[in-house]
């Protein structure tokens, strides 16, 4: 049975990557994309969705409050964050709303597919346990991070976090040897992280013209995702 998925994120560049992603992942297929809590609730009142990929920073309101109207509601569909949010008591207030994931910003298709693909297998799960070692054997399908496809290989999630939030604190943008500069690591290196983020959808980059020399490639961050 195909899960049914409503994309919900502000950011139109994010919303569609997103949803790339999703229709990527076989039994998965996207019901809708929402830019907003208010646009959120009336698709759900038009759609039969069975899982939430869900920003918790939304222009009217907190994602986490949704979930607490849906739930109101008696609708139970599950969700996975998709955040930049670390704050542990946010997650703890997730997860008594029924959060079944966190993914934080930004990630790989990678990921995102190994979070789903755990999520429909959990999903799969029927008939009674023999006991205690199957439920937590079920419980791990969900938890359990399979950190070998979180990043591709050669990629340090530090560095990452690293690069990301310095290529964002940059208004005008940067080039790898200035990226380099700043995080503390080679100019190679920080192309590497910087391609990343361009093939994760959340930079882009242009030639940078005006100096002698062959023009050095400049990055600058696309994303609103806070």
Not at 51 to 57: N, V
Not at 61 to 86: E, K, Q
Not at 154 to 171: C, D, I, Q, Y
Not at 175 to 201: F, K, N, P, Q, W
Request: hydrophobic share 45%; aromatic share 6%.
């Amino acid at each position: 049975m195909t899960i049914r998925v409503l994309v919900v994120e502000d950011d139109p560049v994010a919303a569609d990557a997103h949803a790339m992603y999703v229709g990527r992942v076989t039994g998965f297929a996207v019901a809708g994309i929402a830019h907003s809590r208010a646009e959120a609730v009336r698709l759900l009142e038009r759609a039969d969705v069975d899982l939430l990929l869900l920003d918790l920073y939304l222009p009217d309101g907190h994602g986490l409050a949704l979930v607490r109207s849906l739930r109101a509601a008696g609708h139970s569909a599950d969700v996975i964050a998709v955040t930049s949010a670390r704050d542990l008591a946010i997650v703890r207030e997730g997860v008594s709303l029924g959060v079944v994931q966190y993914v934080l910003k930004p990630f790989t298709f990678a990921t995102l597919r190994d979070r789903l693909t755990r999520y429909a297998e959990f999903r799969a799960s029927a008939g009674e346990a023999s006991g205690q070692d199957e439920v937590d054997r079920a419980l791990a399908t969900l938890r359990t991070p399979r950190t070998t496809t979180s990043l591709p290989k050669g990629l340090s999630g530090p560095t990452l976090e690293a690069v990301t939030r310095t290529l964002r604190e940059s208004a005008q943008g940067l080039t790898a040897t200035e990226a380099a500069a700043a995080v503390g690591i080679s100019r190679i290196t920080a192309r590497r992280y910087l391609e990343h983020l361009v093939t994760a959808g959340r930079a882009a980059r242009a030639p940078q013209y005006g100096q002698i020399g062959r023009p050095e490639l400049q990055y600058r961050w696309i994303s609103t995702v806070r």
